[in-house]
């Protein structure tokens, strides 16, 4: 059976079971054990074995219940209400208010955290239960989550970002720089969409009562926001200081966490059994998508049809920009699929050589894999962000929902991509800058 065929049938196959209503680990399972026998008989089932020991033993998936048992702590202790109710009173007169200020929290813990799946479980956790209390649209709500949380593919520090660095030898420190501006454009464009969008459309974000708020109140209010910002400046802290990894930070967050709590008088045994259920659950949701995503990856790589896609871009005889419009293509197709570690380790090693001869930037272009990444983690129906985040919906919300939530911020997303292809100083402009300095 060629690989043309095999991809066909698996993704209708996936289609059609999620469209039954099927939950996505068992569908990606199934498929995955399914196809292996009917490929490569019983005894490849061992393929399986291998790659669910590759994820229980993932130093990186450790971060997302850490991650998650922070955001579970800080919530259950009043922390996180204390600190929406600042937002809103500071935010009240700006349209949106609250998923503005939502979206700039989940661009810190996205920064924070450089794990989109321990970021947009978090914030899962931690925003949506307070937008959707105060009447916010659910695709609203669910967007601004979805989208800010991938932001973690693209603003330092990233583990991605690193991979991406190290597989196409180029510069750490010169990537992190390259992702800075971008990263900050892209969280403008959502608040503006936002403030826009609400603006046109009152109902999806209802204001406030109109009740006068006192300025000494408004300042008094700010005091919510000292631990909330001590914990992400030491998250951030150890990993800039080099004292701890992005895995091991959320063991600082963790502990953050739970001083906080303690200070607020609100750690107590049942407010911490609460936060370990919560973290057990979301986490099994997550770990077996991921379990399931993986071994469903790699029946689809050993029938050769990552291969043969990427084989497609080398016999392009068109104009560079062309073909660099086909490589982002062959990206974000291969995104529905693949993780992004394993786009990388794919594709990087055959586009480096094609980018080098066309006269690219590679840092520039990486900063457009980058982004390519990000939207492939929110393009239904595999993407990796939409499963997130349906381990903590509340009930009465399909993916149907998620899906159309996501659509404008996927927009806003290519919209951010062509205004890097165009303006390519926009990415390269400081890690040129840092590179002189350091050379002088």
């Known amino acids: ?23 996505l680990a068992f569908v990606l399972i199934s498929l995955a054990v399914l196809f292996t026998i009917l490929l ?62 939502t979206i700039a929290i989940c661009t810190v813990m996205a920064a924070m955290t450089g794990i989109v799946g321990a970021a947009v479980a978090a914030m899962g956790i931690l925003a949506l239960p307070s937008m959707l209390r105060r009447g916010y649209d659910e695709k609203l709500a669910l967007g601004v989550i979805c989208a800010g ?17 190290a597989t196409a030898q180029i510069s750490v420190g010169k990537m992190f720089a390259a992702g800075i501006v971008p990263g900050m454009v892209l969280s403008g464009l959502y608040v503006s969409y936002v403030v826009i969008r609400t603006m046109l459309k009152p109902s999806l974000a209802p204001a406030p009562d109109n009740i006068k708020i006192s ?11 000292f631990l909330p910002t001590l914990i992400v400046f030491s998250v951030l802290g150890s990993i800039y200081a080099g004292i701890a990894t992005p895995t091991e930070a959320a063991a600082v967050g963790v502990v953050g966490a739970m001083l906080s709590a303690l200070l607020q008088g ?10 370990a259920m919560d973290t057990l659950r979301v986490t099994t949701m997550i770990m077996w998508i991921t379990i399931g995503a993986k071994i469903f990856v790699s029946i689809f790589t050993g029938t050769g ?4 896609l990427l084989m497609f871009i080398e016999n392009l005889e068109l104009n560079r920009w062309l073909v660099l419009l086909a490589m982002m293509g062959i990206l974000v197709l291969l995104g529905l699929f693949l993780d992004e570690i394993g786009i990388i380790l794919l594709c990087v090693p055959v586009f480096m050589p094609i980018i080098g001869a ?29 499963f997130y985040i349906k381990g903590v919906l509340p009930p009465g919300i399909g993916m149907e929902t998620v899906y159309r939530a996501i659509l404008p911020f996927l927009v806003l997303q290519i919209l951010a991509l062509i205004l890097f292809m165009l303006f390519p100083d926009l990415v390269t402009w400081l890690p040129n800058q840092l590179s002189q300095r350091l050379v002088s």
């Open 1 to 23: 059976m060629s690989s043309t065929l095999v991809f066909a049938a698996m993704f209708v196959s996936l289609l059609l079971l999620l469209l039954s209503g099927m939950p």
């Open 40 to 101: 490569w008989g019983l005894d490849a089932l061992v393929l399986t074995v291998l790659q669910t020991y590759d994820v229980m033993t993932s130093d990186v998936l450790l971060a997302i219940p850490l991650y998650v048992l922070m955001a579970s702590i800080l919530q259950r202790s009043g922390i996180i209400e204390a600190l929406y109710k600042a937002m809103e009173l500071w935010f009240r007169r700006l349209p949106g208010g609250l998923a503005v200020g």
């Open 149 to 165: 949380g991938t932001l973690g593919i693209l603003i330092p520090p990233s583990i991605i970002t690193i991979v991406y660095a």
């Open 215 to 225: 300025w000494l109140e408004m300042f008094g209010s700010l005091k919510s926001l």
């Open 266 to 275: 609100q750690f107590t045994y049942a407010n911490l059994s609460d936060a």
């Open 305 to 308: 049809g990552a291969d043969s």
């Open 358 to 386: 066309f006269g690219f930037d590679p840092v520039w272009f990486g900063v457009l894999f980058l982004i390519t990444a990000q939207m492939a983690y929110i393009t239904p129906p595999f993407g990796y962000t939409l």
